[in-house]
């Protein structure tokens, strides 16, 4: 068993790993839906830091992407969020706490659990190129590719392009530098550009102090928020949760950990992101869960031990408490593109856990499932996925 907490570059690097998925989605839901800045990262902070006590080992925190993605497209109201998650919460303490979800992990096949992940990955992928062109949701809502720069080209060429270029070249020579690691060096200049080529949006009001979190800063919802909540956040993201967040992210730990990943059990990750929705429906903070994406990417740019959870985590609670709401002035001092860039090396560390599939039909499910994730959403190519699976353990069926 190796060492259960390291605090070196190598894990903080590794703790910065999965910024390009957590921050886009957190300063979408700030900025159009009214979440709380304290709310959110207190959430997160604290979620990082409890899941890396209790398991030991690296393990990721993301937003329900679903969720998150369809609030900001529709602009949802904060107490329908604060719903979905408490919902949601609901949902998986049943599902774990009865022992359902193990039940039903022993017969997902695991060209299925591939597909998760190389589905998964790919969505990543897509999304960090977004980011760097300029053409993601929030982008686009604003009205610019980079809207906390000063700078959007360079003649005709966009900033966003020329800034994700070098980072991805900075990433490509430093990914496997443990002096100075890609992860923390592509965050730094990031900063870095922040500060010389930045907007200072917010900058004038910020306000050092003492931020605690409100209870249910946006009251306690009403039956149509719910019942609204269930229908159009809460089914849709289920699927997803338990293929991607609970059974796909309990084999890549197992992949990653080996022996020290032995807490990571599907019901134990239902019941962690029950009570870590719980808290954030306490607090007004967003929908949270363990994406086998985040721990890719973590465990990509470097985190091996719990400490880089115990970084991140105090990183965002330190940010909720002295900065409260004004936290989000230096959040954006990281450019879209930077994270783009994070999110494309992510995303293509976990697609590239099919290569160990060797059966034609094994591979041929992973790839439907793919292309289905692609046209549709992961919930539907995970269901299809399932049922292909089974199919063609039938002799009569070939591909």
């Known amino acids: 068993m190796g060492a259960r907490y390291k605090f070196d570059r190598m894990e903080l690097a590794g703790a910065f790993g999965d910024l390009g998925v957590l921050l886009p989605l957190s300063i979408g839901m700030i900025t159009i839906n009214g979440l709380n800045p304290s709310g959110i990262f207190v959430s997160i902070g ?11 080992i690296t393990v990721p925190v993301q937003p329900m992407k679903v969720i998150g993605a369809y609030a900001i497209a529709t ?24 022992g359902t979800i193990t039940f039903v ?28 062109i300029g053409t993601s949701k929030y982008q686009l809502l604003q009205g610019v590719a980079e ?31 443990k002096k100075l690691p890609a992860g923390l060096l592509v965050i730094l200049c990031g900063f870095i550009l922040g ?21 249910l800063p946006f009251g306690f ?31 890549l730990s197992q992949r990653y950990f080996n022996k020290d990943s032995q807490k990571v059990t599907h019901k134990a990750l239902c019941l962690s992101m029950s009570l870590a929705n719980f808290l954030c429906f306490l607090v007004g903070g967003m929908p949270l869960c363990h994406g086998a994406g985040g721990l890719a990417a973590h465990y990509r ?33 990281i ?16 697609a590239l856990t099919i290569i160990d599939i060797k059966d034609r039909k094994d591979l041929f499910v992973s790839l439907i499932m793919l292309g289905i994730t692609l046209a549709s959403n992961l919930a539907v190519g995970f269901g299809v996925g399932i049922v292909m699976a089974y199919a063609l353990k039938s002799e009569k069926l070939t591909v």
């Open 46 to 56: 604290l979620f990082y830091i409890l899941s890396g006590v209790y398991y030991g």
């Open 75 to 98: 602009a949802l109201s904060a107490s329908q969020i604060a719903a979905s998650g408490l919902l949601i919460g609901l949902f998986l303490l049943v599902i774990g706490g009865t």
């Open 105 to 132: 992990g022993k017969y997902i096949p695991e060209s299925v659990i591939r597909g998760v992940q190389m589905a998964t990955g790919t969505l990543l992928m897509t999304q960090g190129v977004k980011f760097v």
């Open 147 to 177: 809207p906390y720069l000063c700078i959007q080209s360079v003649g005709s060429i966009p900033i966003g392009i020329i800034i994700g270029i070098i980072a991805g070249i900075i990433t490509l020579l430093f990914l496997n530098n």
């Open 195 to 215: 500060l010389t080529l930045g907007t200072y949006d917010g900058f004038n009001e910020l306000r050092p102090g003492i931020y605690l979190p409100e209870l």
């Open 221 to 251: 919802p009403t039956n149509a928020d719910f019942s609204f909540a269930l229908m159009v956040l809460v089914l849709p993201q289920l699927p997803m949760t338990l293929g991607n967040a609970v059974i796909a992210n309990a084999d």
């Open 301 to 333: 740019f470097g985190a091996r031990t719990a400490g880089s959870n115990l970084m991140i985590g105090m990183i965002f609670i330190a940010l909720a408490i002295f900065l409260g709401i004004h936290a989000l002035a230096i959040i954006n001092l």
């Open 335 to 350: 450019p879209f593109s930077v994270l783009g860039v994070l999110l494309i090396f992510a995303g293509s560390q976990l």
